[in-house]
């Protein structure tokens, strides 16, 4: 289920698992399967979104052997 799917299709594959559950037609059984797997996805996006961070982190990174510090994207670096 999805575990190597790009981040854009967990997120569109969670909204449409979102759409089946609004709908409030579907099943208990059905409704708490596709609520497991929507958790998982929102587990796997948060992780994709960690990884991201990460990568941004390090490509901020001033010298190599400094040690890597967030910057905002709204602010200027000092």
Known sequence: MG??????????????????LEKGDVPLADSLALFEEGVQLIRRCSGQLDAAEARIVMLLTK????????????QPEE
Request: no cysteine.
């Open 3 to 20: 575990k190597d799917l790009a981040f854009e299709q967990n997120v569109a594959r969670l909204e449409q698992i979102i759409g089946q």
């Open 63 to 74: 010298e190599q052997g400094e040690e890597a510090k967030m910057i905002p994207f709204d």
